[in-house]
T-cell receptor, first 113, second 115 residues
Framework: DAGITQSPRHKVTETGTPVTLRCHQT?????MYWYRQDPGHGLRLIHY???????DKGEVSDGYSVSRSKTEDFLLTLESATSSQTSVYFC????????????FGEGSRLTVL | SQQGEEDPQALSIQEGENATMNCSYK?????LQWYRQNSGRGLVHLIL?????REKHSGRLRVTLDTSKKSSSLLITASRAADTASYFC???????????????FGQGTILTVHP
């Protein structure tokens, strides 16, 4: 499983509250990604990181921010959660030196009421 | 917009039959990948085919890639009930400079294999 842990796995929150999801890897891989999965949309990239403090926006970054202060942790923050951010969030890593496949965490299911 | 579009959206077959899923994409690519997702779980990588390859095999999986048509197909032979899952294609684009390994996913095909 490439040592990826997402937390929390489930969260219910109210509109307007801040939420932080954590992705932790036990190895020192450079590239990490946050995707969201919604019915009818497949997976869409929110943000990605190519090193400590090196991050960039993906396809659906509005309303989200990320931070990567250590190689092993990639945090996704919803500053003020909205109902449209109800989704399943997946973290993924790209194994250094591999051909390009991603390894995914088990997902974090977020419900914004 | 989605890079990959998959067809069919859902496929229902009997054990032992073959399952074929198709994927189309829009931009030039470095590679195309297929992933599997069991209900409530994360995605698992199945197979990767590079842009200069036309066909690749892995066990009961066969992937083809036609870059002129910007399309790919995944064939699962002799399907089993345990193959029941959602299958996604994903592309790593080589348009616009360094990709940073980013993948763009299709909407997926839901495969149901009946015992």
């Amino acid at each position: 499983d490439a040592g990826i842990t997402q937390s929390p796995r489930h969260k219910v929150t109210e509109t307007g509250t801040p939420v932080t999801l954590r992705c932790h890897q036990t190895e020192n891989h450079r590239y990490m990604y946050w995707y969201r999965q919604d019915p009818g949309h497949g997976l869409r990239l929110i943000h990605y990181s190519y090193g400590v403090k090196d991050t960039d926006k993906g396809e659906v970054s509005d309303g989200y921010s990320v931070s990567r202060s250590k190689t092993e942790d990639f945090l996704l923050t919803l500053e003020s959660a909205t109902s449209s951010q109800t989704s399943v969030y997946f973290c993924a890593i790209r194994i250094t030196g591999a051909t390009g496949e991603l390894f995914f965490g088990e997902g974090s299911r977020l419900t914004v009421l | 917009s989605q890079q990959g579009e998959e067809d069919p959206q859902a496929l229902s077959i009997q054990e032992g039959e073959n399952a074929t899923m198709n994927c189309s994409y829009k931009t030039s690519i470095n590679n195309l990948q297929w992933y599997r997702q069991n209900s409530g779980r994360g995605l698992v990588h199945l197979i990767l085919i590079r842009s200069n390859e036309r066909e690749k095999h892995s066990g009961r999986l066969r992937v083809t890639l036609d870059t002129s048509k910007k399309s790919s197909s995944l064939l699962i032979t002799a399907s089993r009930a345990a193959d029941t899952a959602s299958y996604f294609c994903a592309t790593e684009s080589n348009a616009g400079g360094t990709s940073y390994g980013k993948l763009t996913f299709g909407q997926g095909t839901i495969l149901t294999v009946h015992p």
